[in-house]
């Protein structure tokens, strides 16, 4: 099985991404927390990374698909992934497609999870509260939506085009999401 999960931030992606891999035996890859445990362990990658996550911005393609080809060739990425927050732009699927072309595999799908904004800004508000993530304040939250309008949101046509998208109502209960999300997966591997 090898999913990517989308949706802008806030959407339930880690949450969800969890449900699943315990289902499939898979690993979740996230960009998003592989950055972070490089910031907390002060590694180069994350002071490198550090100052584009704390402005919402994206860290450089260059940097976030060697990170994302390193931990694919891995072991335990034999089964299948899911990855969680990756690709984010279009030349990071230019780049996954040719990662999965060298490990000779395929995508099953891009899972998107629906969610409208006010439900959104709530979650991350919530999530400010209780994890202090430094990158859940107003203007930076802000920031990461538009990029996520600009840059990421195009990516939903071009996995559409190639009919590997589902969409699924990411809004209501967690494990009633997580039931629509099972739904749409064997819909995408029938
Ligand atoms: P997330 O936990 O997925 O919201 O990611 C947190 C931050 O990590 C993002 O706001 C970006 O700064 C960085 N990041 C995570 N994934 C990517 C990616 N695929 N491309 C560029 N930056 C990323």
Redesign the pocket.
């Known amino acids: 099985m090898r999913l990517i999960f989308m949706g802008p ?1 806030g959407a339930g ?2 949450t969800q991404a969890a449900a699943v891999c315990d289902r499939y035996g898979i690993p979740a890859i ?4 592989i ?2 445990a490089n910031v907390s362990a002060g590694t180069p990658l994350g002071i490198e ?1 550090q100052t ?2 704390n ?7 260059e ?2 698909n060697a990170m ?1 080809r390193d931990r694919l060739s891995q072991q335990d990425c034999r089964r299948g992934f899911l990855l ?6 279009l030349e ?1 699927v230019k780049e996954l497609d040719e990662m999965l072309a060298e490990l000779d595999v395929q995508l099953n799908g891009a899972i998107v999870l629906d969610t409208d904004a006010d439900e959104l800004l709530k979650r991350l508000l919530e999530r400010a509260r209780t994890e202090g993530r430094a ?1 859940d304040t107003e203007d930076v939250i802000r920031r ?1 939506q538009e ?1 996520y309008a600009e840059q990421t949101a195009p990516l939903l046509a071009e996995y559409d085009a190639r009919g590997l998208l589902a969409s699924v109502n990411g809004i209501g209960r967690v494990d009633h999401v997580t039931d629509r999300v099972h739904t749409a997966i064997a819909r995408l591997t029938r």
Request: a negative charge; aromatic letters at 12%; glycine letters at 12%.
């Open positions: 931030p992606k880690g996230s960009t998003g927390d950055f972070r990374a584009y996550m402005a919402g911005d994206y860290v450089p393609d940097v976030t994302v969680d927050g990756y690709p984010r732009t990071q990158d990461r990029l």
